[in-house]
C-alpha cells in the first residue's frame, strides 16, 4: 500500500533565460506555482502521512518569493531546470516522487526520477 500527498503553493519571481533569442531572454517576471508529490507506504497515528501545514512551511523557506532567479542560482533558470533544483532539495527532506513547476496556468515542467 502506498499514498501520495501533493502540496503546491504560489511564488513570485523574475528570471530571463541565457543562451537563448527572443524575448524570454529579457528580464521578465513569472506567478509560478510549485506541485510536489510525496509519497509514502505508512500513516502515523493521526493517519496521514506527513503534515500539509509543515510542508507548506517548508516551502515557504525555500521558495524564492520576489527574487531575481539569475542573481540567486548559478544555473539558468528554466522551468526545467528549477523541477529538477527543487526536487533535490525537497528530497533531503521529504521522500518526494515528483515536483512541477508551472509558469502559468498552460505550461509547465516536471521532474521525477526514473525507477530503473
Same mark, same amino acid.
Given at each position: 500500500?502506498?499514498?501520495?500527498?501533493?502540496?503546491?503553493?504560489?511564488?513570485?519571481?523574475?528570471?530571463?533565460?541565457?543562451?537563448?533569442?527572443?524575448?524570454? +531572454? #529579457? =528580464?521578465?517576471?513569472?506567478? %509560478?506555482? /510549485?506541485?510536489?508529490?510525496?509519497?509514502?507506504? !505508512?500513516?502515523?497515528?493521526?493517519?496521514?502521512?506527513?503534515?500539509?501545514?509543515?510542508?507548506?512551511?517548508?516551502?515557504?523557506?525555500?521558495?524564492?518569493?520576489?527574487?531575481?532567479?539569475?542573481?540567486?542560482?548559478?544555473?539558468?533558470?528554466?522551468? +526545467? #531546470? =528549477?523541477?529538477?533544483?527543487? %526536487?533535490? /532539495?525537497?528530497?533531503?527532506?521529504?521522500?518526494? !516522487?515528483?515536483?512541477?513547476?508551472?509558469?502559468?496556468?498552460?505550461?509547465?515542467?516536471?521532474?521525477?526520477?526514473?525507477?530503473?
Amino acid at each position: 500500500m502506498s499514498w501520495t500527498i501533493i502540496v503546491s503553493m504560489k511564488f513570485c519571481a523574475a528570471h530571463y533565460l541565457q543562451n537563448y533569442r527572443d524575448k524570454c +531572454e #529579457n =528580464l521578465h517576471g513569472h506567478t %509560478y506555482k /510549485i506541485v510536489i508529490y510525496i509519497a509514502g507506504n !505508512k500513516l502515523n497515528n493521526t493517519g496521514i502521512i506527513y503534515d500539509f501545514k509543515e510542508i507548506k512551511e517548508y516551502l515557504k523557506e525555500i521558495l524564492p518569493d520576489h527574487r531575481c532567479l539569475n542573481e540567486i542560482y548559478s544555473f539558468n533558470p528554466t522551468a +526545467e #531546470n =528549477l523541477a529538477y533544483y527543487f %526536487y533535490h /532539495i525537497i528530497k533531503q527532506k521529504y521522500p518526494v !516522487k515528483k515536483v512541477e513547476i508551472w509558469e502559468d496556468e498552460t505550461q509547465a515542467a516536471s521532474y521525477e526520477e526514473n525507477s530503473d
